[in-house]
T-cell receptor, first 113, second 114 residues
Framework: DAKTTQPPSMDCAEGRAANLPCNHS???????VYWYRQIHSQGPQYIIH???NNETNEMASLIITEDRKSSTLILPHATLRDTAVYYC??????????????FGGGTRLMVKP | DAGVIQSPRHEVTEMGQEVTLRCKPI?????LFWYRQTMMRGLELLIY????????DSGMPEDRFSAKMPNASFSTLKIQPSEPRDSAVYFC????????????FGQGTRLTVV
């Protein structure tokens, strides 16, 4: 699976949009971009994933650049409960590993009042 | 469904003792993963199972670690003998073995070996 690069930490004001970047310049055509987050003392939680089109669900939006070498996770109205470590993961969906995930260092997002 | 259930939530043991961590995956899921998280190394995949069969155990640190999945609803991770450097939070996750589905994680077991 391709390697990802994320900033180690970011701050965001409560109620504002949080935009978390991820670089994955070596991504292959059959690799998806997944985002998980880990709130303190809890297990990681799935947020969203995409291949090349932008995706939106009830939690967030995922914007993938046209060349697919980077993406941005957007939390439209961040709340204090969104304070967590956010992991961007690139993985091949069509292998025998099922949903095996390789976690990097992630971005520690601090939402401030 | 109650989600992935791990037990115990916390375990404190003395060096040299055997430790067994338990996991009940979500009903119907056929892939199960064990991860370890430490400050120094982050989240590491130890082993995963598909349909109760171990597929890749290359992340298991050494022979002191072993994992079993006797049936679709139960898995164990055993450390024997335990050492202080095994202190970490151990997570179990499960998913459907299908394209583009997410993995669901348990709350983890915090292990302290003194």
């Amino acid at each position: 699976d391709a390697k990802t690069t994320q900033p180690p930490s970011m701050d965001c004001a409560e109620g504002r949009a949080a935009n978390l970047p991820c670089n994955h310049s070596t991504i292959s055509g059959n690799e998806y971009v997944y985002w998980y987050r880990q709130i303190h003392s809890q297990g990681p939680q799935y947020i969203i994933h995409g291949l090349k089109n932008n995706e939106t669900n009830e939690m967030a939006s995922l914007i993938i650049t046209e060349d697919r070498k980077s993406s941005t996770l957007i939390l439209p109205h961040a709340t204090l409960r969104d304070t967590a470590v956010y992991y961007c993961i690139v993985r091949v969906a069509e292998n025998n590993a099922g949903n095996m995930l390789t976690f990097g260092g992630g971005t520690r997002l601090m939402v401030k009042p | 469904d109650a989600g992935v259930i791990q037990s115990p939530r916390h375990e404190v043991t003395e060096m040299g003792q055997e430790v067994t961590l338990r996991c009940k995956p979500i009903s119907g899921h056929n892939s199960l993963f064990w991860y370890r998280q430490t400050m120094m190394r982050g989240l590491e995949l130890l082993i995963y199972f598909n349909n109760n069969v171990p597929i890749d155990d290359s992340g298991m640190p050494e022979d002191r670690f072993s994992a079993k999945m006797p049936n679709a609803s139960f898995s164990t991770l055993k450390i024997q003998p335990s050492e202080p450097r095994d202190s970490a939070v151990y997570f179990c996750a499960s998913s459907l073995r299908r394209l583009n589905t997410e993995a669901f994680f348990g709350q983890g077991t915090r292990l302290t070996v003194v």
